[in-house]
């Protein structure tokens, strides 16, 4: 669908049904534009429950001492990490991802 965003600038948006190449048509006064059809990459879905977590770290540590885990998202597709630590009473405590690609 295509939506008017301001004076002669538009918004298109569209829903792809599979991961894959799909080739992007935009055409103006029934002409193909410059640089058309344009290439978009479409990922599959993330999917959390790919997501593998392991180490010493899941099940003990010391206080003061750093704690170490391994989170392996290789299968669970493109999408943003985060990491949250909360102690007793719900003190949070530091916490770092650090990429190991």
């Known amino acids: 669908s295509c939506r008017a965003v301001s004076h002669n600038i538009w918004e298109a948006s569209y829903i792809p049904a599979r991961p894959g190449t799909y080739l992007l048509n935009v055409t103006w006064a029934g002409r193909l534009v410059k640089e058309c059809p344009l290439k978009v990459s479409v990922d599959p879905p993330s ?4 997501v593998i977590c392991s180490g010493e ?5 010391t ?6 885990c391994i989170i392996d998202t290789r299968s669970a597709g493109q999408d943003e ?3 949250k630590c909360e102690g007793p009473q719900g003190k949070k405590a530091l916490s770092e991802l650090n990429d190991h690609r």
């Open 47 to 50: 999917n959390a429950s790919k």
């Open 57 to 61: 770290g899941l099940r003990a540590g």
């Open 81 to 83: 990490l985060t990491i």
């Open 63 to 68: 206080m003061g001492k750093e704690i170490k």
